[in-house]
């Protein structure tokens, strides 16, 4: 196998490396907020679980998928599906402040196009580890 067989960051041009990396960095820090404050029973994030209706554990279930997510986005071997993972994560959030809080979905609509961006940026090391 070669190293661009392995999917690492020799495929692609280092303006997309650093473009990768500083999205990657900003999303972490911004997922990982959200998730800390989840986990912590902030009475924000409680209350807005309490308006969505599906009991608190999804508030620690969320607040977990988002800190993993955001340790993922740092981890060379799994940035590209934590990026992925975050993305559907991100996608439902939107869907969820526009259906069920009737709040903007700019936020996690913004995030989520970070998100993609990442995925995009890193795809490479995706199909590397899908192929035989």
Known sequence: MTRQD???ETTMTRAAMIAAWVLQLLL?????GGGVLKLSGDPAM???????????????????????GAVGLIV?????LAAFCL??????????????????PLVSLVLAVV??????????????????
Not at 28 to 32: P, R, T, V, Y
Not at 53 to 65: K, P, Y
């Open 28 to 32: 972490g820090l911004a997922i990982a």
């Open 115 to 132: 998100a993609l961006a990442i995925a995009l940026l890193r795809r490479h090391e995706l199909l590397a580890k899908t192929s035989p």
């Open 46 to 68: 409680v209350e807005m679980f309490d308006d969505i209706g599906a009991g608190q554990w999804l508030r620690l279930v969320i607040g977990l998928l988002e800190v993993a």
């Open 6 to 8: 392995l999917g690492d």
């Open 87 to 104: 993305l559907v994560l991100l996608l439902g959030a939107t869907v969820t402040n526009a259906t069920v809080l009737d709040t903007s």
């Open 76 to 80: 060379p071997r799994v940035r590209a």
